[in-house]
């Protein structure tokens, strides 16, 4: 059967699974109604950035995100070895977020410099329907007083549902934020470590937050009531520090559910 006698419906069903570079990649250029499909009917594009080529890198920014920004959905860009400076060039090539009006999901690892992660959590607020952010700062140095205004500003932002934070390797404890956030309802943090003592202020700045995933430190002499937190519903915690576990027994039994 000729591909080509395939309606139009099944295509763009079939564009929804596959990454917008590789959909670039092997349809653009075929013919007229193919250039269509990607430019004027297919509406929901995901970019994975992470193992691109810079030639197609810097192609499918220049040459086709203009046309298509309205319809990103999902973005992931990464600094590696295999794509150097990739958010910088990114940021140059982006004039305006402002027209990514349907982008709900954004993942940027190894952000190179705290002025960028700023820059970056700025041009978040700009993004009208985002949903879900992945921050991943595995090589960044960064301080806890110059951690807590990126915190807030996470915690500020107007629809954000979920967030997976990953500071790296480390032993210091997590920034807590200092302000409240009405939508966040799934939480990872992974390097960064809080303190029994601390979880009460996290649900209360989170009062929405139904899934919680943290590293735990505790002390044998910690002393805390745990706030009543009935949103929460699923929770994984790895806990060190410890010798004595029953502190995470009167822990667990003081969830709702």
């Given at each position: 059967?000729?591909?080509?006698?395939?309606?139009?419906?099944?295509?763009?069903?079939?564009?929804?699974?596959?990454?917008?570079?590789?959909?670039?990649?092997?349809?653009?250029?075929?013919?007229?109604?193919?250039?269509?499909?990607l430019y004027k009917q297919f509406?929901?594009?995901?970019?994975?950035?992470?193992?691109?080529?810079?030639?197609?890198?810097?192609?499918?920014?220049?040459?086709?995100?203009?046309?298509?920004?309205?319809?990103?959905v999902g973005i992931c860009l990464?600094?590696?070895?295999?794509?150097?400076?990739?958010?910088?060039?990114?940021?140059?090539?982006?004039?305006?977020?402002?027209?990514?009006?349907?982008?709900?999901?954004?993942?940027?690892?190894?952000?190179?410099?705290?002025?960028?992660?700023?820059?970056?959590?700025?041009?978040?607020?700009?993004?009208?329907?985002?949903?879900?952010?992945?921050?991943?700062?595995?090589?960044?140095?960064?301080?806890?007083?110059?951690?807590?205004?990126?915190?807030?500003?996470?915690?500020?932002?107007?629809?954000?549902?979920?967030?997976?934070?990953?500071?790296?390797?480390?032993?210091?404890?997590?920034?807590?934020?200092?302000?409240?956030?009405?939508?966040?309802?799934?939480?990872?943090?992974?390097?960064?470590?809080?303190?029994?003592?601390?979880?009460?202020?996290?649900?209360?700045?989170?009062?929405?937050?139904?899934?919680?995933?943290?590293?735990?430190?505790?002390?044998?002499?910690?002393?805390?009531?745990?706030?009543?937190?009935?949103?929460?519903?699923?929770?994984?915690?790895?806990?060190?520090?410890?010798?004595?576990?029953?502190?995470?027994?009167?822990?667990?039994?003081?969830?709702?559910?």
């Amino acid at each position: 059967m000729d591909i080509e006698s395939f309606p139009n419906e099944i295509f763009l069903e079939l564009f929804d699974y596959i990454n917008g570079i590789d959909l670039f990649r092997a349809f653009y250029g075929l013919n007229s109604r193919f250039n269509n499909l990607l430019y004027k009917q297919f509406r929901t594009y995901h970019f994975q950035f992470a193992s691109i080529s810079k030639f197609y890198f810097d192609l499918i920014c220049q040459q086709h995100i203009p046309f298509i920004a309205d319809k990103i959905v999902g973005i992931c860009l990464s600094e590696s070895y295999n794509t150097p400076e990739q958010i910088n060039l990114f940021l140059s090539y982006i004039p305006s977020w402002n027209q990514f009006t349907c982008l709900r999901t954004l993942s940027l690892s190894n952000i190179p410099s705290l002025e960028i992660l700023l820059k970056l959590l700025d041009i978040c607020h700009q993004l009208c329907n985002l949903t879900h952010l992945r921050l991943s700062l595995l090589y960044l140095r960064i301080s806890r007083p110059e951690l807590q205004p990126v915190i807030n500003n996470i915690w500020s932002l107007p629809k954000l549902i979920r967030c997976d934070f990953d500071i790296g390797i480390s032993l210091d404890l997590f920034c807590l934020p200092t302000t409240i956030s009405s939508t966040l309802q799934y939480l990872s943090v992974k390097g960064h470590h809080l303190e029994w003592k601390q979880i009460n202020r996290l649900f209360k700045s989170t009062p929405c937050l139904t899934h919680l995933s943290i590293y735990m430190a505790m002390s044998d002499h910690d002393n805390y009531k745990l706030f009543y937190h009935p949103a929460l519903i699923k929770l994984k915690i790895d806990v060190f520090f410890s010798s004595d576990f029953s502190q995470i027994v009167i822990f667990l039994k003081a969830l709702p559910n």
